[in-house]
């Protein structure tokens, strides 16, 4: 029996167990499963930790737009990239808490805010700190992906009450140079160690459909499955391809390849909620059922994710009672 059957052969009486130790060629044989098997083997695990029909819904803002530093090629922000995009300052706080607030009331538990930054200067951390206030007073929990962060700027935005950040790996290390020149990944897993350091739960997933090739998924999922400690929450992006952007055109991913991604992220990190993110717009509603099937159980609420569309309440509500799931925070209530 090899590792792989020996850790998945009796799911139901023992529980999958938690491993950092996986190898690529473990994670590449799953990859290579027969999709019944490999869909059977990240349902069976999906179901130890969590209901099935559950999905948790998480809603995003924006709330420094555009004018990025940084060169990452799939990003609509970056100022090397000429899209559309109008650059803007922090927002204030009272737009911040009218877009949580309605956020909550549609059934997002979580509010996660992102920055267009290489890194937040020290004079921001306050104002971001009083953001969290005013968010978590809602009722909500926060996440916020700022960039990268030193170990005092990760304390203090703890210490305020931010309960997750997000920081994501992207892709494999060896791709990696081919998405991004301006930050390494090594400072990507210095930020997640600061953010660990601190006791903050760790959002950290990647991205489909830039060009990798099946052994990049292999080794963006190894890397994420590998850190000292599962993320608790793994974001599995498709790309959201912008005009202006280098990887605007790139070849799609047949939608059974990205259910693969799911169904493998599900069953390295068995604990941990992974979350069908951007890109929902281009996936039939079967492509969802497929994920959520392969174990995804969270989503992105609302109209919008930073900057690009997201396919909003009316069809999600319409897909998740189509499916006869719930929602984690009002259930149904979308
Ligand atoms: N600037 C911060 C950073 O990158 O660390 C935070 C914001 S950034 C937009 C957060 C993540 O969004 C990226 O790491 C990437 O995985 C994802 N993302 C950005 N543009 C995307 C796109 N066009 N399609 C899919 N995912 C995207
Ligand atoms: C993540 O993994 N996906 C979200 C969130 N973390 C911050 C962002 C998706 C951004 C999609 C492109 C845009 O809307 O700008
Ligand atoms: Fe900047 Fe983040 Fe976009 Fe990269 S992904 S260009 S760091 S906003």
Same mark, same amino acid.
């Given at each position: 029996?090899?590792?792989?059957?020996?850790?998945?052969?009796?799911?139901?009486?023992?529980? &999958?167990?938690?491993?950092?130790?996986?190898?690529?060629?473990?994670?590449?044989?799953?990859?290579?499963?027969?999709?019944?098997?490999?869909?059977?083997?990240?349902?069976?695990?999906?179901?130890?930790?969590?209901?099935?029909?559950?999905?948790?819904?998480?809603?995003?803002? %924006?709330?420094?737009?555009?004018?990025?530093?940084?060169?990452?090629?799939?990003?609509?922000?970056?100022?090397?990239?000429?899209?559309?995009?109008?650059?803007?300052?922090?927002?204030? =706080? $009272?737009?911040?808490?009218?877009?949580?607030? $309605?956020?909550?009331?549609?059934?997002?538990?979580?509010?996660?805010?992102?920055?267009?930054?290489?890194?937040?200067?020290?004079?921001?951390?306050?104002?971001?700190?009083?953001?969290?206030?005013?968010?978590?007073?809602?009722?909500?929990?926060?996440?916020?992906?700022?960039?990268?962060?030193?170990?005092?700027?990760? =304390?203090?935005?703890?210490?305020?009450?931010?309960?997750?950040?997000?920081?994501?790996?992207?892709?494999?290390?060896?791709?990696? %140079?081919?998405?991004?020149?301006?930050?390494?990944?090594?400072?990507?897993?210095?930020?997640?160690?600061?953010?660990?350091?601190?006791?903050? %739960?760790?959002?950290?997933?990647?991205?489909?459909?830039?060009?990798?090739?099946?052994?990049?998924?292999?080794?963006?999922?190894?890397?994420?499955? !590998?850190?000292?400690?599962?993320?608790?929450?793994?974001?599995?992006?498709?790309?959201?391809?912008?005009?202006?952007?280098?990887?605007?055109?790139?070849?799609?991913?047949?939608?059974?390849?990205?259910?693969? !991604?799911?169904?493998?992220?599900?069953?390295?990190?068995?604990? %941990?909620?992974?979350?069908?993110?951007?890109?929902?717009? $281009?996936?039939?509603?079967?492509?969802?059922?497929?994920?959520?099937?392969?174990?995804?159980?969270?989503?992105?609420?609302?109209?919008?994710?930073?900057?690009?569309?997201?396919?909003?309440?009316? =069809?999600?509500? &319409?897909?998740?009672?189509?499916?006869?799931?719930?929602?984690?925070?009002?259930?149904?209530?979308?």
């Amino acid at each position: 029996m090899n590792a792989i059957d020996r850790s998945l052969s009796s799911p139901a009486m023992t529980g &999958a167990a938690i491993r950092t130790d996986w190898t690529r060629a473990e994670i590449r044989a799953l990859f290579e499963l027969p999709f019944p098997e490999l869909i059977f083997r990240a349902q069976s695990i999906h179901r130890e930790a969590f209901d099935p029909a559950r999905v948790q819904l998480s809603t995003l803002l %924006s709330i420094k737009t555009g004018g990025c530093p940084e060169d990452c090629a799939y990003c609509p922000q970056s100022a090397h990239h000429d899209t559309d995009l109008k650059a803007t300052k922090l927002i204030d =706080r $009272d737009t911040v808490i009218a877009a949580a607030t $309605d956020a909550r009331d549609h059934g997002a538990t979580r509010f996660c805010m992102g920055a267009a930054w290489r890194s937040p200067k020290d004079r921001d951390i306050a104002e971001l700190g009083a953001i969290i206030a005013d968010v978590k007073a809602l009722g909500l929990e926060t996440c916020m992906t700022l960039g990268m962060l030193t170990g005092s700027q990760a =304390r203090t935005l703890k210490d305020s009450g931010l309960d997750y950040y997000n920081h994501n790996l992207d892709t494999s290390p060896e791709f990696y %140079s081919s998405i991004i020149s301006t930050r390494t990944y090594q400072e990507r897993l210095d930020t997640l160690e600061h953010v660990r350091d601190v006791g903050m %739960s760790v959002c950290c997933g990647g991205i489909v459909g830039m060009g990798e090739t099946v052994d990049d998924r292999v080794g963006m999922i190894h890397a994420l499955a !590998t850190l000292p400690r599962h993320p608790e929450s793994v974001p599995i992006n498709l790309l959201v391809q912008v005009k202006g952007t280098p990887l605007d055109g790139a070849a799609r991913v047949h939608p059974i390849d990205f259910v693969r !991604t799911i169904a493998v992220s599900r069953i390295v990190m068995p604990r %941990s909620m992974v979350r069908l993110s951007a890109g929902r717009e $281009d996936m039939t509603d079967e492509m969802q059922a497929l994920c959520f099937i392969a174990g995804a159980n969270s989503i992105f609420s609302g109209d919008r994710l930073l900057t690009t569309p997201n396919p909003g309440d009316d =069809r999600d509500s &319409a897909l998740l009672a189509r499916l006869g799931m719930a929602t984690d925070g009002h259930a149904g209530a979308r």
